[in-house]
C-alpha cells in the first residue's frame, strides 16, 4: 500500500451494462497487421472515475466514494509477434490475433483533491506519472474479429 | 417567446441532426453476452485477456473457454482489438504536500474500432477504449 492510498481508474458501467469502455477518436488507434504493430493513443480523458479500489467501483453504493479523475495522457504500443492464432466457434466468434512481445505502456493520470460527501473524508490530490519501462507485459495482443450478428 | 424567436431566427441556433456525430446517436454498443461474477457487485460482461481459443492462461482466473475467449467488450462487433494486461510503475505526487512515493498500477486495456450493430438495430461505425 502506497502513503498515497489506493487509486484505481475507469469509465464506469453503461446502463446498456457495457463495462469501462469510452467511445475515443478513431485516429486514436493505429494498426498494421502486417507489421504487428498496434498503437492506442489518448489524451485529456476526463470520462473516467477514480474508484480507488476496483471492488469499489463494481459496488453500486461506492462506499469509498466516486470522484471524477483525468487521464492526461495514455499510450501503448504494441509490438512483436509472440505467437499467432486463429479461433472460430462456428456461432458467435472468430478471430485471427498476433500475441505481442511486448507492450510498454505511458500514462500520466491526476485526481483532484476531495471533501465529503464525494468521498468520505477530505482527500489530497494525486498524479501518477508512469514509467514505460517497468513495464511488464502479461498478455498482450491484437487482431480482427468478429461476433454476435456481424459472426 | 421573443427571446426564443429571436434565438431561432438569429442562425444560431440549429437542430441536431441523428447522424451529425457520435454524441447524437441514438443506439449504444452492447456487451458480449458472457459474464463473471464480481467480489462486490453484479456479475460483468468481461472475459479476462488471454488466448482466443479459450485456453488456460495466467492472466484469467476463470479458466478455459471452449466458446472462445472474445477479447472485445461489445457484440454484434466486427473489427480490429487490441488487448493488454500489464503491470507498471512510476512516480505519484500529493498534489497538495507535494509528497512523492513510488506507485505501482495493474491494467487490463484494450481498444476496439470498427462497425457494430447497436442497440437501435443499424449499424455503426466506431471506436473504444476499455479502460
Excluded at chain 1, 479461433?87 to 507492450?103: H, L, W
Excluded at chain 1, 510498454?104 to 464525494?118: E, G, L, Q
Excluded at chain 1, 517497468?134 to 456481424?150: C, D, K, P, R
Aim: with cysteine; glycine share 10%; hydrophobic share 35%.
Amino acid at each position: 500500500m502506497s502513503p498515497l492510498g489506493p487509486h484505481s481508474y475507469d469509465p464506469g458501467i453503461a446502463p446498456s451494462l457495457l463495462v469501462w469502455t469510452i467511445e475515443i477518436p478513431e485516429g486514436s488507434i493505429e494498426i498494421d497487421l502486417n507489421n504487428a504493430e498496434a498503437t492506442l493513443h489518448l489524451e485529456n480523458v476526463c470520462r473516467v472515475f477514480d474508484a480507488f479500489t476496483v471492488p469499489n467501483s463494481f459496488d453500486t453504493h461506492h462506499p469509498l466514494g466516486l470522484v471524477s479523475a483525468v487521464i492526461e495522457s495514455l499510450s501503448i504500443h504494441w509490438t512483436g509477434i509472440s505467437k499467432t492464432l486463429s479461433f472460430s466457434n462456428g456461432k458467435t466468434f472468430r478471430g485471427d490475433f498476433i500475441q505481442s512481445v511486448a507492450a510498454p505502456i505511458s500514462v500520466t493520470v491526476s485526481t483532484p483533491s476531495t471533501t465529503p460527501p464525494f468521498t468520505p473524508a477530505a482527500q489530497d490530490g494525486f498524479e501518477f506519472v508512469a514509467d514505460p519501462a517497468t513495464t511488464v507485459t502479461n498478455f498482450a495482443q491484437i487482431g480482427q474479429e468478429h461476433n454476435g450478428s456481424l459472426f | 417567446m421573443g427571446a426564443a424567436g429571436a434565438v431561432l431566427g438569429s442562425g444560431l441556433w440549429t437542430p441536431a441532426r441523428a447522424d451529425d456525430d457520435n454524441e447524437s446517436r441514438c443506439g449504444v454498443p452492447l456487451p458480449i453476452t458472457y459474464t463473471h461474477p464480481t467480489p462486490t457487485g453484479p456479475p460483468i460482461h468481461h472475459y479476462f485477456p488471454g488466448p482466443i481459443d479459450g485456453s488456460a492462461a495466467a492472466t484469467d482466473p476463470f479458466g478455459t473457454h471452449p466458446e472462445g475467449r472474445d477479447p472485445s467488450l461489445i457484440t454484434n462487433f466486427s473489427g480490429v482489438v487490441g488487448e493488454v494486461d500489464l503491470t507498471f510503475s512510476g512516480t505519484a505526487t500529493d498534489t497538495n504536500t507535494g509528497a512523492k512515493a513510488g506507485y505501482s498500477f495493474h491494467t487490463d486495456t484494450r481498444f476496439m474500432r470498427g462497425e457494430f450493430i447497436g442497440s437501435d438495430q443499424q449499424r455503426h461505425k466506431g471506436a473504444f477504449a476499455f479502460i
